[in-house]
């Protein structure tokens, strides 16, 4: 049997938390939910929906993300494959089988779930996040004939191959960093298209012009300097 683990950063999502554990299918073997600095009752709901729920102190989507990655680490029986997904109920979480078949059935070292055009709702991505995506994925087509379509959040990948990525990003390159690096370890990788819904509550990245602009100075500075490296 496939052991699946999903780690969730969280940050202030009271209202969506519970709705994300709940329809996370029963396959998996462990959901931690990682609370990024939360003031709200997101501790609370996640651990009353099931979830294991650690606290991170640090500020940051990478540093709730490296969190979940260590509570892994230190236990005895390691997962198969590791599922990142939002806290913020915009992902459909029960389409988690969709993204672990090409790993389970085809042996693919990493999936995203990519929010095409005609399966989102309106609104639910910004122009700048719509933007950014097109630019990151364009320039990473040009530079290491990448074939990405979306840096989307939602994403399985072999637990073995996440490890020797050596991720380190701490804010809002970690989706970005995780798929240039699996391109230079060159990892098999494939994109599945998921649906996407406007978000419980507001972004606290693409809901904010300078969480926006942070968020592409990050994202663009990862992808030059793996342009730079031989």
């Known amino acids: 049997m496939t052991k699946i683990k999903v780690i969730i950063p ?17 396959t998996v073997d462990e959901v931690i939910v990682v609370s990024n600095t939360s003031t709200d009752d997101t501790e609370a709901n996640a651990k009353k929906a099931g979830a294991t729920v650690l606290k991170e102190t640090n500020k940051g989507y990478g540093y709730a993300c490296l969190t979940g990655m260590q509570h892994i680490a230190n236990q005895n029986e390691k997962p198969d494959i590791i599922v990142f997904l939002d806290g913020d109920y915009s992902d459909y979480p029960e389409e988690l089988t969709k993204i672990v078949a090409p790993i389970i059935n085809d042996n693919i070292d990493f999936v995203i779930g990519a929010r095409v055009k005609q399966l989102r709702e309106k609104g639910s991505m910004t122009v700048p996040q719509i933007f950014g ?11 290491f004939r990448a074939n ?3 840096l989307g959040p939602f994403r399985a990948i072999k637990y073995e191959k996440l490890l020797a990525l050596n991720m380190e990003d701490k804010t809002y390159g970690w989706t970005v960093e995780m798929q240039l690096k699996a391109l230079k370890q060159k990892l098999t990788y494939t994109e599945v298209p998921v ?14 012009l300078k969480g926006a602009i942070f968020a592409g100075i990050k994202i663009l500075g990862w992808i030059f300097k793996y342009s730079f490296k031989k």
């Open 133 to 143: 995506n097109w630019l990151a994925t364009t320039l990473m087509t040009l530079l």
């Open 10 to 26: 969280a940050y202030n999502e009271a209202d969506s938390i519970a709705h994300v554990i709940n329809d996370i299918p029963d």
């Open 148 to 150: 990405f379509a979306d």
């Open 195 to 208: 649906n996407y819904r406007n978000r419980i509550g507001v972004s606290k990245v693409s809901g904010t």
